[in-house]
């Protein structure tokens, strides 16, 4: 199929993701994830797509999972892989709010990662309208929880992952608006830090903070990161009452490394820390794990699909393995052939300057639809 032949068009799929992006969905609040979710089914269903809802659990919001008509329906196929949970607080559009400039469309989580998933559900809409046929199913899971680690949906992830041939993420285009082919182990660590309370004026000396101690621990942690393995403490709560010693902090650790040896490593390190200095105890637990993706041949072919396209529209697709956890870094792992961040070009992920190049949407629709297409 010639991918400029379906008729993609900035303006129509700006106004459609605009309730997408309106629609705020962060992370740790599961009613707004799953409003947002609702917005996603229906898009879904409208583009010919059998909806099925999964329930949430954990605290998390819930996932769709739509499956798209196909002559071979229920055999390994493609899988479009995203989630729709964000970092941005209920209240984030008053400080970035949804705005078109100097070709920039602008909103929390638009590039990272609901434009992407949008250009996704567009490709398969237009493709449906022409009557194209995929020659593989094609299935489009969306999850709630890839922003603190996906620690509610990787099973779920995964096994799906396990169904089909090929695994889609449209994760924001890398720099230079390159796909990534393999990603970096991340591990994630509560770090609490347990002292002894007191009046913080005339008993001061009688206790033991916990702050100040984690004070000296973050330092500790934050100095272990080498080029091979970093550390980044990242939330601390502690403290209530300003005029009283803390008797309790916590904080959380997150370590990323190219290898999963120096991510083993990081670990040892990071558990070894466990113990009690100056009558304060420290514990440390381990949390979510994403495991190391490193490119192999599969990944590689579709690698290579994907850059002939490009090609076929005027640019070269270059690749790279990335810092930064998607559910790529669970299929990859898998053996399973994954492309990821094949989504929208933009920058600002994760602060108040997030946004997205315009005319990229129907550059990566185009790119979606073209893989859809020409995977068997």
Request: hydrophobic residues 40%; contains cysteine; negative net charge.
């Amino acid at each position: 199929m010639n991918v400029t032949s379906l008729p993609f068009d900035a303006d129509a799929m700006l106004a459609g993701l605009k309730p997408w992006v309106e629609c705020e969905s962060p992370t740790f609040d599961a009613a707004a994830v799953d409003r947002m979710m609702d917005l996603a089914a229906y898009d879904l269903a409208s583009a010919g797509a059998e909806i099925e809802r999964i329930p949430g659990r954990m605290g998390y919001g819930g996932s769709v999972r739509a499956r798209f008509p196909h002559k071979d329906f229920g055999k390994p196929g493609i899988l479009i892989s995203g989630h729709l949970d964000t970092v941005h607080p209920v209240g984030t559009l008053a400080k970035n709010p949804w705005r078109i400039e100097d070709g920039k469309c602008y909103g929390p989580g638009i590039q990272d990662m609901k434009g992407g998933n949008y250009i996704s559900v567009e490709a398969l809409r237009q493709l449906a309208l022409a009557g194209i046929e995929t020659p593989l199913p094609v299935t489009v899971l969306f999850t709630p929880d890839e922003e603190v680690g996906t620690p509610s949906t990787r099973e779920l992830i995964e096994m799906e992952a396990r169904k089909n041939k090929y695994v889609l993420v449209p994760e924001p285009a890398h720099r230079e608006g390159s796909a990534v082919t393999g990603r970096f182990a991340i591990a994630r660590f509560n770090v609490k830090t347990t002292g002894r309370p007191s009046h913080a004026g005339w008993a001061l000396k009688d206790g033991r903070s916990a702050i100040a101690a984690m004070a000296r621990k973050i330092q500790e942690i934050e100095a272990m990161t080498t080029d091979d393995c970093t550390f980044s403490v990242g939330v601390v709560h502690a403290g209530q009452w300003v005029n009283c010693v803390s008797s309790t902090c916590e904080a959380e650790v997150l370590s990323m490394a190219k290898k999963q040896q120096d991510l083993d490593r990081g670990v040892e390190r990071m558990l070894a820390l466990n113990g009690e200095e100056n009558d304060v105890t420290i514990e440390v637990t381990r949390g979510v794990t994403r495991p190391v993706w490193e490119p192999d041949e599969g990944t590689l072919q579709v690698y290579e699909l994907a850059r002939g396209i490009c090609a076929e529209m005027g640019f070269d697709l270059s690749h790279c393995s990335a810092g930064g956890g998607s559910d790529g870094n669970f299929t990859g792992a898998l053996g399973i052939p994954t492309l990821d961040s094949i989504g929208v070009r933009g920058k600002g992920l994760h602060t108040l300057n997030e946004h997205i190049e315009v005319d990229s949407l129907v550059e990566r629709a185009r790119l979606m639809a073209g893989l859809l297409t020409r995977l068997k």
